[in-house]
Every structure is written in C-alpha cells, then in structure tokens.
C-alpha cells in the first residue's frame, strides 16, 4: 500500500493506491479538512494523519508520495505549506519512507502532451469520464504523486 499525498490550502487529499507498472490502481482517495488557527489544530492534524497512516501503512514497503509544494511568486500558501510539515511529521513518526515529488516532473511521467498540463491528463488517465465523485485538483496531485512512486511509464497521450 502506498500513499500520495497533496496538501492544499484547506485540505490533505490522501490517495491509497497499490500495484506498480501496469497493476497501480487507487483504492482509496480522503480528504482531510484542516485549518490552522492555533497549534492546537495543527496537533490535530498531526494526531489524524498518525491514525491513517498507521491503519493503513502496515506494509514494510509502504512509500508516502509527498507531492512538494511550490516555491517563488506562485507559489503554495503558508497553509499548504504547514500542512506538508504535519505530513512529513507524521510520516517520519511512524517510520514510513517519504519520497517527495517536485510537481514539474509530473509532465514526463504521466505522458503528457507539449502543451497539455499534468493535472489534466491525471484526470484523463485516473478519472476518465469523470466517475469518480470526490475528484479534484487535490486528488489528481496526490495520485500523480503515488504514481510516480509506482513507476508507471504511460504511453504518450494523443
């Protein structure tokens, strides 16, 4: 089992996934609201993410797919920011291996086309026709992110 993990503004999507190359599959995607008020709530979040992690990471292998956040003028915001640290925090309790994936090589590794954006075709590839109900730009990051991890090599997308 692993986990790709994107944290947003008002939000930590987790995705499950297991399998690698052609077996990866999404078993399940959460969203964990959170603000930041206090340290009270960032110890909240900390005490959330332990209790997922540890119900779900078991495995020796289990890797945490940390898609980073950005940098520079449009970069994360301060939220986003302190919810990566709760995650990492949290991972590096429990022992679980962090990889973290810088959002730019998305591009290549799902196949993307010259112009098109990584999070579009994680849509396309992750969510065709979009069924999945609780989808969004949070969960394409976070599966992108386990993805990654997973070493799947798409073939170019049309």
């Known amino acids: 089992m692993n986990f790709g993990v ?47 992690f540890q119900r779900q990471g078991r495995s020796p292998r289990s890797v945490l797919a940390l898609l980073k956040c950005s940098s520079g003028r449009f970069g994360s915001c301060l939220e986003a920011i302190k919810g990566e640290a709760m995650v990492e925090l949290a991972a590096s309790q429990l022992g679980l291996r962090i990889v973290k994936i810088a959002p730019q090589s998305l591009k290549k590794t799902l196949g993307c086309a010259k112009d098109q954006k990584w999070r579009d075709r994680a849509g396309e590839m992750f969510n065709p026709g979009g069924n999945r109900s609780n989808w969004s730009k949070g969960a394409a990051g976070a599966v992108a992110a386990a993805f990654k991890v997973a070493g799947e090599e798409p073939a170019q997308c049309k």
Request: hydrophobic share 45%.
């Open 6 to 52: 994107n944290a947003t503004k008002s939000a930590i999507v987790v995705a499950q996934t297991k399998g690698g190359s052609a077996r990866f599959a999404i078993t399940t995607i959460r969203q964990i609201p959170f603000q930041v008020r206090s340290g009270d709530d960032l110890a909240e979040l900390l005490q959330i993410l332990i209790t997922l």
